[in-house]
Protein backbone atom coordinates (compact mmCIF):
# COMPACT_ATOMS: atom_id res chain seq x y z
CA UNK A 1 0.00 0.00 0.00
CA UNK A 2 2.61 2.59 0.73
CA UNK A 3 4.84 1.22 -1.77
CA UNK A 4 1.44 2.33 -4.52
CA UNK A 5 0.72 5.57 -2.31
CA UNK A 6 4.46 6.44 -3.32
CA UNK A 7 4.30 5.59 -7.19
CA UNK A 8 0.80 7.62 -7.04
CA UNK A 9 2.60 10.35 -5.39
CA UNK A 10 5.55 9.93 -7.97
CA UNK A 11 2.91 10.19 -11.00
CA UNK A 12 1.13 13.85 -9.78
CA UNK A 13 4.92 14.51 -9.78
CA UNK A 14 5.83 14.19 -13.49
CA UNK A 15 7.37 10.86 -12.73
CA UNK A 16 10.08 12.95 -10.40
CA UNK A 17 10.15 11.70 -6.93
CA UNK A 18 9.15 13.71 -3.48
CA UNK A 19 11.62 15.37 -1.73
CA UNK A 20 10.32 13.39 1.45
CA UNK A 21 11.18 9.99 -1.08
CA UNK A 22 14.90 11.29 -1.30
CA UNK A 23 14.80 12.19 2.62
CA UNK A 24 14.29 8.47 3.40
CA UNK A 25 16.24 7.20 1.10
CA UNK A 26 19.11 9.38 2.66
CA UNK A 27 18.37 8.74 5.82
CA UNK A 28 18.30 4.77 5.08
CA UNK A 29 21.87 5.25 3.79
CA UNK A 30 23.42 7.00 6.09
CA UNK A 31 21.87 4.13 8.90
CA UNK A 32 24.23 1.67 7.16
CA UNK A 33 27.52 4.18 8.27
CA UNK A 34 29.31 3.63 10.93
CA UNK A 35 30.66 7.30 11.47
CA UNK A 36 33.40 6.11 13.99
CA UNK A 37 35.18 3.75 11.04
CA UNK A 38 36.20 7.23 9.08
CA UNK A 39 35.87 5.59 6.37
CA UNK A 40 33.89 7.19 3.64
CA UNK A 41 35.24 10.89 3.42
CA UNK A 42 34.40 11.65 -0.09
CA UNK A 43 31.03 11.42 -1.97
CA UNK A 44 30.14 8.13 -2.98
CA UNK A 45 30.08 7.81 -6.73
CA UNK A 46 26.96 5.69 -6.83
CA UNK A 47 24.48 7.40 -4.79
CA UNK A 48 20.94 6.51 -5.11
CA UNK A 49 19.51 9.88 -3.95
CA UNK A 50 21.56 11.48 -6.35
CA UNK A 51 19.82 10.03 -9.43
CA UNK A 52 22.07 10.40 -12.03
CA UNK A 53 25.10 8.84 -9.87
CA UNK A 54 23.05 5.90 -11.29
CA UNK A 55 23.69 5.92 -14.71
CA UNK A 56 27.07 7.77 -14.77
CA UNK A 57 29.27 6.39 -11.90
CA UNK A 58 32.36 4.70 -13.17
CA UNK A 59 31.81 0.47 -13.14
CA UNK A 60 35.86 -0.51 -13.41
CA UNK A 61 38.24 0.57 -10.97
CA UNK A 62 39.96 3.86 -11.68
CA UNK A 63 43.20 3.51 -13.36
CA UNK A 64 45.95 5.08 -11.77
CA UNK A 65 48.07 7.37 -13.21
CA UNK A 66 51.93 7.75 -12.26
CA UNK A 67 52.31 11.08 -10.88
CA UNK A 68 55.70 11.95 -12.81
CA UNK A 69 54.83 10.37 -16.07
CA UNK A 70 51.37 13.07 -15.80
CA UNK A 71 54.31 15.90 -14.96
CA UNK A 72 55.79 15.80 -18.70
CA UNK A 73 52.38 16.36 -20.64
CA UNK A 74 49.65 17.84 -18.29
CA UNK A 75 49.13 21.58 -18.55
CA UNK A 76 50.00 24.56 -16.51
CA UNK A 77 49.84 27.95 -16.11
CA UNK A 78 51.64 30.89 -15.53
CA UNK A 79 51.17 32.97 -12.34
CA UNK A 80 51.87 35.95 -14.09
CA UNK A 81 48.77 35.25 -16.30
CA UNK A 82 46.33 36.17 -13.45
CA UNK A 83 45.62 39.50 -12.49
CA UNK A 84 45.04 40.50 -8.49
CA UNK A 85 41.46 42.50 -9.41
CA UNK A 86 39.85 38.89 -10.62
CA UNK A 87 39.16 38.30 -6.90
CA UNK A 88 36.93 40.46 -6.59
CA UNK A 89 34.04 39.15 -8.60
CA UNK A 90 31.67 42.49 -7.59
CA UNK A 91 33.88 45.02 -9.89
CA UNK A 92 33.84 43.08 -13.38
CA UNK A 93 31.13 44.40 -15.39
CA UNK A 94 31.20 48.27 -14.85
CA UNK A 95 28.24 47.88 -11.89
CA UNK A 96 27.60 46.71 -8.28
CA UNK A 97 26.00 43.04 -8.48
CA UNK A 98 22.79 42.77 -6.62
CA UNK A 99 23.48 40.87 -3.52
CA UNK A 100 24.88 40.11 -0.15
CA UNK A 101 28.70 41.49 -0.54
CA UNK A 102 30.52 39.27 1.40
CA UNK A 103 34.60 38.02 1.84
CA UNK A 104 35.71 34.51 1.27
CA UNK A 105 38.83 33.65 2.79
CA UNK A 106 40.84 30.83 4.02
CA UNK A 107 44.33 28.89 3.16
CA UNK A 108 45.12 26.22 0.86
CA UNK A 109 47.16 23.91 3.12
CA UNK A 110 49.02 20.58 3.07
CA UNK A 111 48.47 17.61 4.89
CA UNK A 112 51.07 18.22 7.81
CA UNK A 113 49.54 21.72 7.49
CA UNK A 114 51.84 24.01 5.80
CA UNK A 115 50.44 26.74 3.74
CA UNK A 116 50.53 25.47 0.00
CA UNK A 117 51.89 29.24 -1.96
CA UNK A 118 51.26 30.88 -4.80
CA UNK A 119 48.67 28.36 -5.99
CA UNK A 120 45.69 28.83 -8.21
CA UNK A 121 42.43 28.92 -6.78
CA UNK A 122 39.34 29.12 -9.44
CA UNK A 123 35.88 29.87 -8.11
CA UNK A 124 32.45 29.64 -10.11
CA UNK A 125 28.99 30.19 -8.52
CA UNK A 126 25.27 31.50 -8.69
CA UNK A 127 24.41 35.01 -8.97
CA UNK A 128 22.19 36.47 -5.58
CA UNK A 129 19.10 34.94 -7.58
CA UNK A 130 20.54 31.81 -7.63
CA UNK A 131 20.92 31.89 -11.43
CA UNK A 132 24.19 30.87 -13.61
CA UNK A 133 25.42 32.59 -16.91
CA UNK A 134 25.28 29.24 -18.32
CA UNK A 135 22.68 27.74 -21.33
CA UNK A 136 21.80 25.15 -19.33
CA UNK A 137 20.18 27.73 -16.60
CA UNK A 138 17.29 28.09 -17.60
CA UNK A 139 15.29 28.56 -14.57
CA UNK A 140 13.29 31.59 -13.90
CA UNK A 141 15.29 33.76 -11.87
CA UNK A 142 16.90 37.09 -13.49
CA UNK A 143 20.36 36.90 -14.60
CA UNK A 144 22.54 39.87 -12.95
CA UNK A 145 24.30 42.11 -16.13
CA UNK A 146 27.20 42.77 -13.07
CA UNK A 147 28.09 39.43 -12.34
CA UNK A 148 30.09 36.48 -14.10
CA UNK A 149 30.42 34.01 -10.85
CA UNK A 150 33.67 33.60 -11.79
CA UNK A 151 37.04 34.77 -10.10
CA UNK A 152 39.95 33.17 -9.30
CA UNK A 153 43.20 34.61 -7.40
CA UNK A 154 46.77 32.93 -5.99
CA UNK A 155 47.46 32.13 -2.82
CA UNK A 156 50.16 34.34 -0.57
CA UNK A 157 53.55 33.64 1.14
CA UNK A 158 51.16 31.99 3.86
CA UNK A 159 48.95 30.06 1.49
CA UNK A 160 45.83 32.53 1.84
CA UNK A 161 43.31 33.26 -0.71
CA UNK A 162 40.73 35.77 -0.30
CA UNK A 163 37.91 36.79 -2.70
CA UNK A 164 35.04 39.42 -2.58
CA UNK A 165 32.11 38.12 -3.80
CA UNK A 166 28.10 38.05 -3.67
CA UNK A 167 26.58 35.62 -1.35
CA UNK A 168 24.93 33.09 -4.14
CA UNK A 169 21.33 31.91 -3.92
CA UNK A 170 20.15 28.37 -3.78
CA UNK A 171 18.33 27.31 -6.98
CA UNK A 172 16.62 24.47 -8.46
CA UNK A 173 17.93 21.59 -10.04
CA UNK A 174 16.12 18.15 -11.29
CA UNK A 175 16.93 15.25 -9.38
CA UNK A 176 13.88 15.21 -7.73
CA UNK A 177 10.52 17.40 -7.82
CA UNK A 178 11.37 20.35 -5.34
CA UNK A 179 14.79 20.01 -5.31
CA UNK A 180 17.24 22.86 -4.52
CA UNK A 181 20.88 23.28 -3.84
CA UNK A 182 22.24 24.83 -0.50
CA UNK A 183 23.92 27.99 -1.49
CA UNK A 184 27.54 27.49 -2.73
CA UNK A 185 30.72 27.95 -4.33
CA UNK A 186 32.85 25.63 -6.67
CA UNK A 187 36.16 25.71 -5.91
CA UNK A 188 38.87 24.65 -8.00
CA UNK A 189 42.68 24.32 -6.36
CA UNK A 190 45.59 22.88 -8.30
CA UNK A 191 47.92 22.09 -5.76
CA UNK A 192 51.59 21.17 -5.99
CA UNK A 193 51.18 18.79 -8.49
CA UNK A 194 48.95 17.87 -11.21
CA UNK A 195 47.16 15.05 -10.04
CA UNK A 196 46.33 16.50 -6.03
CA UNK A 197 43.76 18.93 -8.36
CA UNK A 198 41.02 19.45 -6.42
CA UNK A 199 37.58 20.33 -7.81
CA UNK A 200 34.92 20.75 -4.73
CA UNK A 201 32.18 23.21 -3.48
CA UNK A 202 31.94 25.36 -0.33
CA UNK A 203 28.66 25.77 1.56
CA UNK A 204 27.78 28.36 4.16
CA UNK A 205 27.10 27.47 7.65
CA UNK A 206 23.19 27.02 9.35
CA UNK A 207 21.66 26.18 5.44
CA UNK A 208 18.82 24.56 6.22
CA UNK A 209 18.91 22.91 2.59
CA UNK A 210 22.47 21.39 3.39
CA UNK A 211 19.91 18.55 5.44
CA UNK A 212 18.34 17.59 1.88
CA UNK A 213 20.74 17.75 -0.49
CA UNK A 214 21.41 14.55 -1.89
CA UNK A 215 25.25 15.60 -3.49
CA UNK A 216 26.10 17.13 0.10
CA UNK A 217 24.94 13.97 1.55
CA UNK A 218 26.51 11.58 -0.59
CA UNK A 219 29.80 12.28 1.90
CA UNK A 220 28.29 9.52 4.24
CA UNK A 221 31.13 10.58 7.12
CA UNK A 222 29.56 13.83 9.01
CA UNK A 223 32.46 15.43 10.03
CA UNK A 224 33.70 14.81 5.86
CA UNK A 225 31.15 16.73 5.04
CA UNK A 226 31.24 19.14 7.91
CA UNK A 227 34.33 20.43 6.21
CA UNK A 228 33.16 22.06 3.00
CA UNK A 229 31.29 24.07 5.19
CA UNK A 230 32.88 27.32 5.73
CA UNK A 231 32.84 29.43 9.17
CA UNK A 232 30.93 32.57 10.07
CA UNK A 233 33.80 35.24 11.28
CA UNK A 234 32.43 38.76 12.50
CA UNK A 235 36.04 40.01 12.67
CA UNK A 236 35.58 39.60 8.88
CA UNK A 237 32.89 41.15 8.14
CA UNK A 238 33.49 44.97 7.93
CA UNK A 239 31.04 47.53 9.07
CA UNK A 240 28.65 48.83 6.33
CA UNK A 241 30.24 47.18 3.70
CA UNK A 242 30.10 43.16 3.61
CA UNK A 243 29.94 40.12 5.58
CA UNK A 244 32.87 37.42 5.91
CA UNK A 245 33.44 33.67 5.54
CA UNK A 246 36.58 31.78 6.02
CA UNK A 247 37.62 28.51 5.12
CA UNK A 248 40.53 26.37 4.96
CA UNK A 249 41.25 23.44 1.79
CA UNK A 250 42.92 20.76 2.71
CA UNK A 251 44.89 19.14 -0.06
CA UNK A 252 46.05 15.79 1.47
CA UNK A 253 46.46 13.64 4.36
CA UNK A 254 43.57 12.21 6.59
CA UNK A 255 41.86 15.73 6.97
CA UNK A 256 41.43 16.11 3.34
CA UNK A 257 38.75 18.47 1.88
CA UNK A 258 36.50 16.53 0.16
CA UNK A 259 35.83 16.51 -3.59
CA UNK A 260 32.84 17.73 -4.80
CA UNK A 261 30.10 15.38 -5.55
CA UNK A 262 30.62 14.44 -9.70
CA UNK A 263 28.62 17.35 -10.54
CA UNK A 264 27.56 19.22 -13.93
CA UNK A 265 28.24 22.42 -14.87
CA UNK A 266 24.97 24.03 -13.35
CA UNK A 267 24.57 21.59 -10.76
FE1 LIG B 1 26.54 24.88 -8.58
Known sequence: MAEQMTDDVADALGGLDSQQTISAEIARIAQTYDAASGEELQPRRDYPPYRSSLLRHPTKALQQADP???????PCFGERDVDPLEADLTIQRGG???????????RVLDGAGRPVRRQLVEVWQANAGGRYIHQRDQHPAPLDPHFTGMGRCLTDDDGVYRFTTIKPGPYPWRNHHNAWRPAHIHFSVFGTDFTQRLVTQMYFPGDPLLALDPIYQSILDPSARQRLVATYDHDLTRHEWSTGYRWDIVLTGARRTPLGADTEETS
Open 68 to 74: EGVELWS
Open 96 to 106: EPIGERTVVTG
